[in-house]
């Protein structure tokens, strides 16, 4: 690169400096304010301060952190786990199994897409509360079991995946299932990264539907419980903003994690 193209690049890394430094400002500003008092955080105070482990012992006495933090990782493990058996069940047989229905059953999945959660949330509840899963993490965990999106993520990545190897395996006598565990699944596992990210930090920051159904203020997730903190009539930021890094610590460490399957799934690779 001589240096004139040096030259001619530098208001472009600027500018992709100048967006990526605005990017993480609200992180930094978060994980600072965790540090300073009630009184620092609403002036602004953008260096760290001393009130660190102040917080810490006002948050943990004053809400169960460790009770939210455990519905929490229940709920989002136990949602990532099953909507990964059935999202990648239902996209490996859209796929490969031909049906003269089969398109006109994704052409409905995708119109669900469509409808908000707002508009079903009542008749949901009504569903749970006649078979008594009101107040029951089940009753948060089932309804994101099944996504429009994930099957049609693993519908899309099955496109990719060689179908000669399901003749092959075929004929070799492999039965369906076992074609689906040991070949399908280890080859698609970057999509199954990608779905796993997707699925634990929507089942991690989901609000609404866990403050609907959730009605026993005993049972909270994090999302909840820092709600609550908000909500009181004297608010302390200071204890605030650590809730939020505390609530948010779970899925950076997932997508830290998986970063880069993450990228070769959303992009279709087949390892």
Not at 162 to 189: C, N, S
Request: charged content about 10%; hydrophobic content about 60%.
């Amino acid at each position: 690169m001589t240096s004139v193209t040096k030259l001619r690049s530098l208001p472009g890394y600027a500018l992709l400096a100048f967006w990526a430094l605005f990017s993480i400002f609200p992180l930094y500003f978060m994980v600072v304010s965790a540090t300073n008092t009630s009184k620092d955080v609403l002036a602004s105070r953008m260096l760290p301060g001393t009130a660190l482990l102040e917080n810490i012992s006002v948050l943990f006495s004053t809400q169960n952190v460790v009770g939210a933090m455990t519905n929490s990782f229940l709920i989002a493990v136990g949602t990532t786990v099953l909507a990964l058996a059935v999202c990648s069940v239902a996209g490996y047989g859209f796929e490969v199994y031909h049906s003269r229905g089969k398109d006109i059953v994704m052409a409905i999945l995708l119109l669900a897409m469509m409808i908000p959660f707002a508009a079903t949330m009542i008749p949901l509840f009504q569903l749970f509360a006649r078979v008594g899963m009101v107040n029951s993490l089940w009753a948060v965990v089932i309804p994101m079991i099944s996504t429009p999106f994930l099957i049609l993520l693993f519908r899309q990545a099955s496109r990719s995946f060689p179908h000669d190897i399901i003749e092959a395996a075929r004929i070799d006598g492999l039965k369906e299932f076992a074609i689906f565990a040991r070949i399908y699944v280890p080859t698609m596992r970057s999509t199954f990264a990608a779905a796993a990210v997707i699925t634990f930090m929507m089942a991690w920051n989901n609000f609404l539907w866990p403050k609907v159904i959730l009605v026993n203020n005993s049972i909270l997730t994090m999302p909840m419980l820092t709600a609550n903190i908000s909500a009181g009539y004297v608010t302390d930021y200071g204890v605030l903003m650590l809730a939020v890094l505390l609530s948010s610590l779970p899925t950076m460490i997932v997508f830290f994690l998986l970063q880069r399957q993450f990228a070769q799934g959303i992009t279709g690779a087949v390892k």
